[in-house]
């Protein structure tokens, strides 16, 4: 080893860690780093996952019933912010995916070339897309958290929660993997110039027809729709919280847990094959 | 050799040609590097000089693992770069062409969390970005956003994160283009400082001055090989004169001259055209001028202009390939 006494000792010229030690050292300190910049932007965080749930159920459940507009007659306005609550947490989530990993990662790919420095981390470059998905599983459930209370506050008619506790707690982090895995699947897709397309093309689609003001069996008259929504994956996050929040009618359990473990792999899947092709050439 | 701290063997890139698109023919596939065997000692900065295009970039890109080789093998300190990728990067330190510092963070930030990428704690992180920061003269922007940074101080933040976890060998593509020349030779300076600690550094460059002064051996490369490999000075007497002469003349072929003056002046050693203007490798003595003067009028020349040189890397390169460096 050559003279490195005007160094301090801290500074000894790296060797080689063993691989799970370092893999799990850089792992921890990315997640670290997404830790730091929420923390550093809180304030567009909370304002960035606020606002579209806080305005949905303001307008569907509080003004609506208010002036007597109420959305499948003003007779079931309960029942209505009822099922609104899980269609707000599924959306909470499904955003987060979308602003917390797609959006960074069409920049850092586009402009920033900030993904650059990230895939030298001493881990694998598939590690560093899961990396993003973990971070925005977290980001999704902090999202789902902040968003619950307004769900069940704002309506101006009362809400029936029924809260499974064992059905939540297993929904909300499939839900987040499902959103985290589209965003990377997304993020590693589109170009930046392209992000007006994303918005038009993929995200409005999904959350319109993703059984957010509907219970999916309620689809059944209008029975095309209703299998073309199976291909939504936000539908089987929604029913899965319609489950574990309401009583209101929901899809099987197998179809819920089946649908996003199905999708969570594909996006996974595809978006790490994405990732990967991006930055090894 | 023990010594060695970089050792590659017959390694290759080949880009895949294009598929035909609408009316546009498949283009061909290209041959970034080409069979390259590479020896990097420890403590020594190796350059990598030549034209854009001439495969350092790719060079770069595979011992950094971010270019999978179409073939040949890479070690870094004994570790297989291309088999085990993910263990090399532990041990190396890379500044890339483009900006990538960490928009979201603070200057020290960017040190910081790159020191826990690569498995600091975090107070000890925190240390070692201040000492980094001061080396890099760039202590007064600790807590400045790194949008806020010319250039330059961009450019030493990024070898200063590139150094924080003192990787084993440090790689730096094109460092200094797009540079003005107070940063470059500011940057020039902590480089050397970082040589003097011990740090062997890989960089490629297609300015010959900073070949010349920032490197221990240069690697003179082209069309994806090594054309030439040794110290600057070694390099520049390979050329086998003291003194270069440029003749810039009207009357004829210059081709011609080239020959004609190559025999007519007895210290010449070779004589080519290069960018419209005869190039005549030489020997400084008394009245050399004049007389490739009165040797041009002889035979029908009218010279326009002479210009006197040392022999340069770009004398090296022009002799080597033809063609001047920057085209």
Partial sequence: ?281 | MADDIIRTEGLSKVFPGGRPVGGRPASPEVVAVDNLDLTVRRGEIYGLLGPNGAGKSTTIGMLTTRVTPTSGQAYIGGVDVVAKPAIAKQVIGVVPQTNTLDRALTVVENLELHGRYFGMRPAAARVAAFEMLERVRLADRAGAPVASLSGGMAQRLMVARAIMHRPQMLFLDEPTAGLDPQSRIALWEILQEFHADGQTILLTTHYMEEADQLCSRVAIMDHGRILALDTPAGLKRSVGADTIVRVSADGGNLDVLAAHLVDAVAEATSAKVIDGAVQLDTHKTAGLLPRIIDASEQVGYQVTDLSVTEPTLETVFINLTGKELRE
């Avoid at chain 1, 063993?18 to 932007?41: E, G, H, M, T």
């Avoid at chain 1, 990662?105 to 586009?110: A, N, R, S, Y």
């Avoid at chain 1, 009362?158 to 985290?180: F, K, M």
């Fill in chain 1, 1 to 281: 080893m050559t003279a490195t006494a005007a160094l301090p000792p801290t500074h000894a010229l790296a060797e080689a860690r063993p691989a799970s030690q370092a893999y799990r050292s850089a792992f921890i300190a990315l997640l670290a780093r997404d830790v730091i910049v929420v923390r550093k932007q809180w304030k567009s965080f909370i304002v960035r996952t606020l606002m579209q749930p806080l305005l949905l159920v303001f307008v569907f459940t509080y003004v609506f019933p208010k002036i007597g507009q109420g959305i499948g007659g003003t007779a079931n306005a309960d029942q209505f912010s009822t099922l609104l609550v899980a269609g707000v947490l599924g959306l909470a989530i499904m955003f987060q995916g979308i602003q917390a990993v797609a959006l960074p990662l069409v920049q850092e790919f586009g402009y920033s070339k900030e993904i650059e420095d990230r895939v030298l981390a001493p881990l694998p470059v598939e590690m560093v897309a899961i990396q993003k998905i973990v971070s925005g599983v977290i980001q999704g459930l902090i999202a789902a958290v902040l968003v619950f209370p307004i769900a069940a506050i704002v309506p101006a008619t009362p809400v029936h929660l029924h809260i499974n506790w064992l059905l939540l707690l297993t929904v909300a982090p499939l839900a987040g993997w499902v959103a985290s895995a589209l965003g990377l699947a997304l993020g590693t897709t589109f170009p930046p110039t392209q992000v007006p397309l994303l918005f038009s093309v993929i995200v409005m689609p999904l959350t319109f027809l993703g059984a957010v003001y509907f219970p999916w069996s309620h689809l059944e008259s209008i029975r095309w729709l209703q299998i073309i929504t199976l291909l939504d994956p936000l539908v089987y996050m929604n029913e899965g919280f319609r489950a574990s929040v309401t009583t209101t009618p929901h899809m099987s359990l197998w179809a819920v847990y089946g649908g996003m473990i199905f999708f969570a792999t594909l996006f996974t899947v595809v978006g790490v094959r994405n990732f990967r092709g991006k930055v090894i050439s």
